[in-house]
């Protein structure tokens, strides 16, 4: 079966990080099928992602990183290489509201999204049939004030168990703890129901309603220890009148939150997504 | 020559108001062009343009006020009427930027604002050939911190000379005192280069850039003694990249900014924005 | 239980339509919620929407008719009357493709969109599952070259003993008969892929691939005799690039056309579209 | 004075090509301060464009192709150099429009776009004030049926005499000959007035009104021989309602000719459009 190889590369610039990174990939034989670069030019990091065929590449899978190891300490590089055959592992995390959920299910299940989905999460119990029409299991954990640290540990060893490598809120809602954050640093994807930095926080839809303003949207950020402030992967928003209630923005933003959702999710899932200090790099 | 009557009324919510109104102008004749109305049911306030023909219509100009006087007390109406042919008086103020400023003249040459400019006013003189050259005055008024109250009172002077009934800020770099701001109450028309309420304040487009979004904006709103919190009359916004600089955003925001303030300006000389509460109401 | 009385109006534009009519409605005590209107010139027609609070509006629903005929009468009104208690009954017809049902189901099931779904019918089997998942019964009537006519009167048939006055095309790959189309006259709803003119017919995102378009779109409109010329009800748009091969314009497109023939239900089902000759007027 | 070296290439697809380029950049010690390519599938050509930094570049820019050429001509490359201080000469063809025309010279003046602008042609001579306000010259070659041939003489040896090597036709309403074309290939850019294909030809704003389409668009295009059917660089739309008219239309439709014109010219300055058969490929 065929599939590929990505890599992705960061590490300060410096002349001949190209050259020196596909010279590698050709000296193997390796066949590029893309290639993309950036250089941030205020931290001086070159950030870069390459897609290569697998077939035909002379550097079996478990053989690469020995190989690269050598060029990559020599430039200072951080990287990471996954295979188009080996679909992340994600876990999505949701409370009770469902429409992103359903939005990913079925996209997963469309095809759109290159994952396996070993199990989906919730503090609430409302959305276990729908997760199990999809025959994806469905752990419900519920959570109160005095409970949160040690729900938390569950999640944590549930993602655990399931070898989870990507974690997906899906309007969960609840705040996650810095030891949680910190077991899947850049990592946990989450829609924020505002475009970023309006409307941090709780309630942002009443709140812009409030405001009277004339746009409203959504933003999808790696989550951090710092709430509503990790690095944002995407935005995109909608126009709404004098008319729109806050139920309409709502229904309008859900609209926004899925769209955005899903695209972070797929490019994430395509390792796209580069994050650079407090800021991300998408390779679209 | 052809003309029509705009009205506009803001009163308490009630039965029969649209009967009340057009039956007044059904009355006295008047062909109806356009009708909107809007009721906030949270503050209970009821909000109606109409554009009435005024060919045929059985009321002159001078006398539409007395006929219509005794409806508006019966139902404690706020109302405003205007007449096509006799266009608003738009002063511009500016500074140094001139994309907005080009813009709005470019559009009203070409016939897209109806409106009169009689002077264009500038605490900087870069900008007196681009306006003279529409054969509009320019005024160079100078401010310093000590001389702000001053020049402030030299601006509304003029403005007041000039007739003026609506003033649109086109990136005029100071901030009004209370006292100006009264002077023209929800007629003074600015745009503030960032999707309110995110990025309050100076330098929107390095902070923006610092936060790493994926989207910028402008927003038009009326000036009010709150800074950056008038009614909000447009937004639009432009996706970026990690690849735009801080120049870059600069630049993109410079479109956004132009077609969001044209379009608000364009609004407003047609009485389509009706102010409710610190929120408004527009009759696209 | 409360509910709004919903009229739509159109006829000849003539001086005193509004005033007729919301004389009319005030007369026997309607409090009038909201109030559009459009006169076009070209044509000379007048639309309107009214939207009635039915709680203290003194004409009963079986009394409306008769209270409103003479007024109708005299000024050449077609005119429709709705209850807001009485949601429409809607049919989907859908082939193999499942995202733009699964949208509207889940929308359905959300409270987004107020109608009753009797039936889902289909020419392939495939998506009885999801249909009958959320309590919607399903019919699975095969067609082909041959049985086309048998097929339609059967779907008719099903129609009709549905008491069905709406139908929607949720990517249902077979063309309707004149006699169809005849039978719902205004009241079927498709969804194209592409931004009609561009791509007429079959395989439009495989052709705007050949272009080498920048932009992709749907539109929804209602079914004519003449394909893919019906009055459009909405369209929107979605931006490529060179690196989207027909696989991803797909996939962008379900996005679209999703969005796009949702917010079309939703604005039929709430009586917002008037057709006004081969165009429709939304009042948003 | 600082300056960058831009080199596009385009060859048959192989392993190695990115090695092998910029390795021939590193052994020059050159910086890459940009890097992207394409491979298309369909017809197995491969695309590449690099930004490399001028200063510590070890070929001048008269050893450039020398030094490259025998590594082109064993990859059968096709390959262009530009240096970013010796901007492209653009001429601006305009008739009487002049929406498009002012946009660019106000960002050309603005510092958005990086090019000399040696002359402005039209036939006819509305627009010479304009544009010699920019200090400009404007030439007037007045056009008939009769004169079409000579006049396109004229107009191509003055661009010839002022050394252009890139036309923009802002709205110039003549239809140029293929001998015309064949001068230029693919350096002769058109803002045509609808989202291609929908509306190719005359007066798409008054059939997009007909149509009664709820958006309108603009594509910016290189000209081949074969009208509205060339390449396209851009296009964007803008959504309009049934209130609009067709002067609406007009008016919304200069808002987005002018972006997508104005975004295309400044891509293809920056070298970033290559034309990959009919498509384009475009490094934003």
Not at 87 to 104: G, N, T
Not at 112 to 119: F, V
Not at 164 to 180: N, T, W
Not at 249 to 259: D, I, K, S
Request: with cysteine.
């Amino acid at each position: 079966m065929g599939y590929n190889v990505r890599l992705s590369v960061t590490c300060p610039d410096a002349k001949g990080l190209i050259a020196a990174v596909s010279s590698f990939i050709s000296m193997h034989d390796g066949n590029i099928l893309s290639a993309d670069q950036y250089v941030n030019r205020e931290s001086g990091r070159f950030l870069m992602r390459l897609e290569i065929e697998g077939e035909g590449f002379g550097l079996e899978r478990e053989e690469f990183g020995a190989a690269f190891a050598p060029l990559a300490r020599r430039h200072g590089m951080e990287w990471r290489v996954s295979f188009t055959d080996t679909p992340k592992k994600m876990a999505i995390l949701v409370s009770r509201y469902d429409h992103c959920l359903i939005d990913l299910l079925w996209r997963w299940d469309a095809g759109e999204l290159d994952a396996e989905i070993p199990l989906v999460v919730s503090n609430h119990p409302d959305l276990a049939g729908r997760v199990e029409a999809y025959g994806i299991p469905f752990f419900h954990l519920p959570v109160s004030r005095e409970s949160r640290a040690e729900q938390e540990a569950q999640v944590l060893d549930l993602l655990s168990d399931h070898g989870v490598d990507f974690v997906v809120l899906a309007r969960y809602m609840q705040i996650l703890s810095p030891k949680f954050v910190s077991a899947y640093p850049d990592r946990i994807l989450n829609i924020h129901h505002s475009f970023l930095p309006a409307f941090v926080g709780a309630d942002p839809y009443r709140r812009a309603h409030d405001r009277g303003v004339k746009t409203i949207g959504a933003t999808a950020h790696y989550v951090t220890e710092d709430l509503d402030a990790g690095p944002i992967v995407h935005q995109d928003v909608a126009h709404v009148t004098h008319r729109d209630t806050v139920d309409d923005l709502v229904r309008l933003g859900r609209e926004v939150e899925r769209r955005v959702l899903a695209r972070s999710v797929r490019w994430h899932l395509e390792d796209r997504v580069l994050v650079d200090g407090h800021r991300t790099v998408v390779f679209e």
